[in-house]
């Protein structure tokens, strides 16, 4: 009987050891597209994170800076939301990783990498999003990635937001993606300090979710939706409005939220 215990045991074990060898995969896409000036987020994709007991990540990915310029990273709207993300950026090259006290599971977008396309970037040229590196863990689930590729399109039209000046007035400007699934990137302008409201409502003018509330600096501003209302529900797919509102300026854009 303890010789079949013991079999049994072992069995189990080469079951785990073998579920642990097995690799994650990891992508980051190859139709992502953005003009010159623009802000970008590039999402690292993931497969089923939920029995692999990942409570950490690194990653390293390289990037062509004549056409790209990392900024930050965010993971708004991810599978690892609530993790802190820290990030350590060179020409040409992102190092970002994360570590979290519970295991991340579920599958989806891990991170989101925010870059500006350069200004003097042409329609048509591209740059390879490339991993240099990526590790769970200390190695154990091993990664399978596949890398992405960034396309320029558009005209020198967009705003860069890498050099901030105050506007003569205040501005809301077109989301991006728009459609979007996951998270979108809204950006705004205010020509003085003055308190703002900034919302998500439905079609119907029913409150989403608040976003801002309150007093914000002249300038440009970046935040984000990630598609979700003030308690936190997935929002139903369909069309929204982003409205900002300020004591004497009052602007909306229609977005577009995609399932």
């Known amino acids: 009987m303890k010789k079949i215990i013991f079999l049994h045991f072992m069995y189990l074990m080469l079951g785990v050891v073998w579920v642990n060898a097995q690799s994650v995969s990891i992508n980051i896409p190859t139709?992502?597209?953005?003009?010159?000036?623009?802000?970008?987020?590039?999402p690292i994709n993931v497969a089923d994170l939920s029995n692999y007991n990942v409570i950490s990540y690194q990653i390293a990915v390289t990037y062509d800076s004549t056409i790209l310029s990392a900024d930050s990273v965010t993971t708004s709207g991810t599978i690892s939301e609530n993790l802190t993300v820290f990030s350590?950026?060179?020409?040409?090259?992102?190092?970002?990783?994360?570590?979290?006290?519970?295991?991340?599971?579920?599958?989806?977008?891990?991170?989101?990498?925010?870059?500006?396309?350069?200004?003097?970037?042409?329609?048509?040229?591209?740059?390879?999003?490339?991993?240099?590196?990526?590790?769970?863990?200390?190695?154990?689930?091993?990664?399978?990635?596949?890398?992405?590729?960034?396309?320029?399109?558009?005209?020198?039209s967009a705003i860069d937001l890498r050099h901030p000046v105050i506007p003569e007035k205040p501005a809301l400007f077109q989301n991006y993606p728009n459609p979007f699934n996951q998270?979108?990137?809204?950006?705004?302008?205010?020509?003085?300090?003055?308190?703002?409201?900034?919302?998500?409502?439905?079609?119907?003018?029913?409150?989403?979710?608040?976003?801002?509330?309150?007093?914000?600096?002249?300038?440009?501003?970046?935040?984000?939706?990630?598609?979700?209302?003030?308690?936190?529900?997935?929002?139903?797919?369909?069309?929204?409005?982003?409205?900002?509102?300020?004591d004497d300026f009052s602007t909306q854009r229609k977005i577009v939220l995609r399932r």
């Open 183 to 246: 998270t979108t990137v809204i950006m705004y302008e205010l020509n003085r300090t003055v308190p703002i409201q900034l919302g998500i409502f439905d079609i119907t003018g029913r409150l989403v979710r608040v976003l801002r509330n309150g007093v914000k600096a002249g300038g440009r501003h970046v935040l984000y939706w990630d598609g979700r209302d003030g308690l936190g529900r997935e929002a139903a797919s369909g069309i929204y409005i982003v409205r900002l509102k300020t």
């Open 31 to 42: 139709d992502v597209t953005g003009e010159p000036g623009e802000m970008v987020l590039i």
């Open 88 to 156: 350590n950026i060179s020409s040409g090259r992102i190092v970002l990783g994360s570590f979290s006290p519970f295991p991340i599971s579920g599958s989806g977008t891990l991170v989101f990498i925010i870059f500006a396309v350069n200004s003097n970037a042409t329609s048509g040229q591209t740059s390879l999003l490339v991993f240099e590196n990526f590790l769970f863990n200390s190695g154990n689930p091993s990664a399978d990635s596949d890398n992405g590729l960034f396309t320029v399109v558009g005209a020198s």
